[in-house]
T-cell receptor, first 115, second 113 residues
Framework: DGGITQSPKYLFRKEGQNVTLSCEQN?????MYWYRQDPGQGLRLIYY???????QKGDIAEGYSVSREKKESFPLTVTSAQKNPTAFYLC??????????????FGQGTRLTVV | ELKVEQNPLFLSMQEGKNYTIYCNYS?????LYWYRQDPGKSLESLFV?????AVKQEGRLMASLDTKARLSTLHITAAVHDLSATYFC?????????????FGKGTLLTVNP
């Protein structure tokens, strides 16, 4: 079955530690996104990528980094520079905008907690 | 910059009643999407609206798009408890090399017996 897989489901980070969240899709989608969701809040865009080897900052990129070396994969690293990383992280993918339909498909999310 | 505004942000309604959630956006677009999120879960796609005048229905939910007014509505008919969730609309700005999907803040719907 096609879909988006995020791992791990739960992640605990110590102060000053970098952690990487995995996102893999087998939908053959061109674009991938990372969103952050805080309790009771909407989705805020961290980074997005429309094509391999290219990505853009979203609205809250500070303290995060990404790579897009393969079409299927878009890992997100939460660095020690991100002072308040506790949140629910959602990865999504869409077909390219030239298809006329950019419906987003989401992974199950990673809940990151600082301990 | 594209702004997507939903209202209301919180909606408490009784079972059996009807209500409408509104989604306004600030830039020309003819691609709008509705999602549902249950507590602690990811987002599930509900409706894809790709043209002016598009109307989609699924069960007690109906979504429509008016691109000239830059407005989409999500209408709930005869609400039931199972519809309790947070509903998001999202808009895709057409064109350009750096398009992105922008979400509203979400509407938390609680359906009471």
């Amino acid at each position: 079955d096609g879909g988006i897989t995020q791992s791990p489901k739960y992640l605990f980070r110590k102060e000053g530690q970098n952690v990487t969240l995995s996102c893999e899709q087998n939908l053959n989608h061109d674009a991938m996104y990372w969103y952050r969701q805080d309790p009771g809040q909407g989705l805020r865009l961290i980074y997005y990528s429309q094509i391999v080897n290219d990505f853009q900052k979203g609205d809250i990129a500070e303290g995060y980094s990404v790579s897009r070396e393969k079409k299927e994969s878009f890992p997100l690293t939460v660095t020690s520079a991100q002072k308040n990383p506790t949140a629910f992280y959602l990865c999504a993918s869409t077909r390219g905008q030239w298809t006329g339909n950019t419906e987003a498909f989401f992974g199950q999310g990673t809940r990151l907690t600082v301990v | 910059e594209l702004k997507v505004e939903q209202n209301p942000l919180f909606l408490s309604m009784q079972e059996g009643k009807n209500y409408t959630i509104y989604c306004n956006y600030s830039t020309t677009s003819d691609r709008l999407y509705w999602y549902r999120q249950d507590p602690g879960k990811s987002l599930e796609s509900l409706f894809v609206l790709l043209s002016n005048g598009a109307v989609k229905q699924e069960g007690r939910l109906m979504a429509s798009l008016d691109t000239k007014a830059r407005l989409s509505t999500l209408h709930i008919t005869a609400a039931v408890h199972d519809l309790s969730a947070t509903y998001f609309c999202a808009v895709d700005v057409n064109g350009g090399s750096n398009y992105k999907l922008t979400f509203g803040k979400g509407t938390l719907l609680t359906v009471n017996p």
